[in-house]
């Protein structure tokens, strides 16, 4: 540090005797000072010694500075307490602030060269001590304020890339989970759709497409309208505007056109999801193939059919035999007596008196 000062002040212009010798009483004080804050400094904090530092900076800067101006310049060591301050905190401003006050009594003030403060410039160097103190205090606040806002920053960065890790994590399972949902809808035997609030189909499974031989873009474009059969689309439209402007669920049955040019029959159901404020923000639907159970519906009632055609003649049948057989008893009663009558009749000689009797049985 002795070195140090010497080499400071030897180029700092002191050349006639009185200089050396001043310049040698200032390197005395700010020795001992110096040794003094080092000790201090290696028990504390290192930033006591930046604040001794930049003081001597100070001092040896405006001793250096006289030979060129009449006045000194106090701001550098406004300058030093602002660094201390900045740089090793509150304490070593504080101390910057003293040491700082020390230099400017000894070597600014008159009487010069002595701690001694006269009446005139008690004021002056309170000035200069209280400026000195709030430069400190502005710049320690500053330097916590920015460090405050520097962790606050570092907390918020390490919050953002935990938020940022945890909204990846989240998209990757939600990414999961649609490729697991799409490899359902794609495997069960099921044709699955689905469309906006407003009715447009966005999504078909490829069961879906593959019966109705469009593309995505196609059912897009309304293409699913024109695969029903001309007599149910007005039907579906009705239903289907219905649907969406009451939040209901829509379902019915409607003949639906392949990719063969034929018609089969499905039943449709679409139900509404909604936000938890009530509002419709998607349409989920299926379709099933009931072709078959409308052609099983229609072979049993083809059966019922000719059941009740065939209880019928049965019946008729029944009946026909039940009157012939009650016909047929009397019937037989009149031929025999008929037979009878001509029995008697053909006697020799002949029985009237039989045959009146057998004919008055046939009338009764």
């Not at 006639?16 to 310049?23: C, F, L, Q, W």
């Not at 679409?270 to 229609?298: F, M, Q």
């Amino acid at each position: 540090m002795n070195r140090w000062l010497k080499f400071a002040f030897s180029h700092a212009g002191f050349g006639n005797p009185r200089d050396v010798d001043v310049a040698e009483s200032a390197r005395g004080v700010l020795a001992h000072g110096a040794r003094t804050v080092l000790k201090q400094a290696r028990a504390t904090d290192g930033g006591w010694g930046l604040a001794a530092l930049w003081v001597t900076v100070a001092l040896v800067s405006s001793l250096w500075l006289q030979h060129f101006f009449p006045y000194p310049f106090l701001f550098l060591f406004l300058g030093a307490v602002i660094a201390s301050a900045w740089m090793g905190g509150p304490l070593a401003g504080a101390l910057s602030v003293v040491l700082s006050t020390l230099c400017v009594e000894y070597f600014f003030v008159p009487p010069y060269y002595s701690f001694t403060v006269s009446a005139t410039a008690q004021s002056y160097l309170v000035a200069f001590a209280v400026c000195a103190s709030v430069a400190c205090w502005l710049s320690a606040t500053k330097r916590a304020s920015e460090a405050v806002m520097r962790q606050a920053r570092r907390d918020l960065e390490v919050r953002v890339a935990e938020r940022t890790a945890e909204i990846n994590a989240s998209n990757r399972e939600l990414r999961e989970r649609e490729r697991e949902l799409h490899v359902l809808t794609e495997v069960i035997p099921q044709q699955i759709w689905s469309g906006t609030p407003d009715g447009a189909i966005d999504y078909c499974n490829q069961r879906l497409l593959d019966y109705v031989g469009l593309s995505m873009d196609e059912m897009r474009r309304a293409g699913f309208l024109a695969t029903l059969h001309p007599e149910d689309r007005d039907g579906f439209r009705q239903r289907w505007q219905a649907a969406l402007s009451s939040g209901q669920p829509f379902e019915g049955e409607w003949r639906v056109r392949g990719a063969e040019g034929r018609y089969r029959v499905f039943f449709s159901r679409s139900v509404p999801l909604r936000r938890v404020d009530g509002r419709v923000i998607r349409w989920y639907g299926t379709n099933t193939d009931i072709e078959e159970h409308k052609k099983a519906e229609r072979d049993l009632m083809r059966t019922q059919a000719n059941l009740a055609h065939l209880s019928r003649a049965f019946t008729m049948s029944a009946l026909t035999t039940s009157i012939a057989h009650e016909i047929n008893q009397p019937l037989t009663a009149v031929v025999a007596h008929g037979y009878a009558c001509l029995g008697w009749l053909d006697a020799t000689p002949p029985d009237l008196a039989r045959a009146r009797q057998t004919t008055e049985r046939i009338i009764a």
